[in-house]
Nanobody
């Protein structure tokens, strides 16, 4: 069983920055993918960024050049550095882990960007 604990959300003005963290706990070895999704009110959950154990990084088009995903495999932790935030980035951000074919989700952390 994998448990995910997120931190780092909050309120920021447009143009500002936030850093999200997600730590996975449990008896883990080589987590396949770690990533972030978000869900805005009235919208479906969407992929923001994903990082594989092998080093591949993928981003949604709307965040490329502004967000950076990284992971520390020694700590089973994934980070999302968000710069140049826009009001349309406002959403609940969810950490996601795929481990041994199972999907796990964090509880979500609110990110609000004011204009």
């Amino acid at each position: 069983q994998v448990q995910l604990v997120e931190s780092g959300g909050g309120l920021v003005q447009a143009g500002g920055s936030l850093r999200l963290s997600c730590a996975a706990s449990g008896t883990l070895f080589a987590i396949n993918t770690m990533g972030w999704y978000r869900q805005a009110p009235g919208k479906q959950r969407e992929l923001v960024a994903i990082a594989t154990y092998g080093g591949t990084r993928n981003y949604a088009d709307g965040v490329k050049g502004r967000f950076t995903i990284s992971r520390d495999n020694t700590k089973d932790t994934v980070y999302l550095q968000m710069n140049s935030l826009k009001p349309e980035d406002t959403a609940v951000y969810y950490c996601h882990v795929n481990y041994r074919t199972m999907d796990y989700w964090g509880q979500g952390t609110q990110v609000t960007v004011s204009s």
